[in-house]
């Protein structure tokens, strides 16, 4: 494989960084900088984040340089590095939609109307849920109306199953409490 200077500077900042060299440092991220950044605005296509993207991969990159055990293998190393967190992005961007929507059909669907058929404890069960916070609605929403598994509502949210399990413990003593005060 031919070198060129930049991959041999690259190496030499690398090394130079390892060793605790913050001016290398500097030089590294100064000469990779706009590199990265393309490569995240490629990825999640918007000028502002992938400068955040960026930004949060040199983060990483300057945390898990010492790991590094091939300075010529920096490029690669560091890209994979902005990849995941262009992908982490998307998802959490994705969430965040997924969330916006959930809550706006809850908002829509918990409005306590009483129709002719319905009993005091649905009106009741009804107007303790619009109660609840928005995440707790959403909460209910994924596993009760959307029939997910804990484990896909902790996929979805990006945390534990044992943060799910806890949440839906949670919220249905809200529920509990809140009922029993609206029908007495």
Do not use: P
């Given at each position: 494989?031919?070198?060129n200077s930049r991959q041999v500077l690259t190496e030499w900042l690398v090394i130079s960084a390892q060793g605790g060299d913050e001016d290398a440092f500097r030089e590294l991220h100064d000469l990779w900088r706009a590199d990265f950044w393309r490569w995240a605005r490629l990825r999640?296509?918007?000028d502002l984040e992938a400068s955040e993207v960026a930004q949060d991969a040199w983060v990483a990159i300057a945390r898990g340089l010492k790991s590094l055990g091939d300075p010529a293998c920096f490029s690669r190393w560091a890209l994979r590095i902005v990849e995941r967190r262009c992908a982490d992005w998307v998802?959490?961007?994705r969430?965040?939609?997924t969330r916006r929507k959930v809550m706006e059909d809850e908002a829509e669907s918990t409005e306590p109307t009483k129709s002719s058929g319905e009993?005091?404890?649905v009106v009741a069960l009804r107007e303790a849920i619009a109660s609840l916070e928005p995440g707790a609605r959403e909460l209910l929403h994924l596993f009760y109306e959307t029939?997910?598994?804990v484990a896909e509502v902790a996929e979805v949210l990006a945390v534990p199953e044992g943060t799910i399990k806890s949440r839906l413990h949670t919220t249905r003593e809200q529920l509990k409490r809140?009922?029993?005060r609206i029908t007495s």
């Open positions: 494989m031919k070198r999640v296509d918007h998802k959490r961007r969430v965040d939609r009993s005091t404890d029939g997910l598994s809140k009922s029993e």
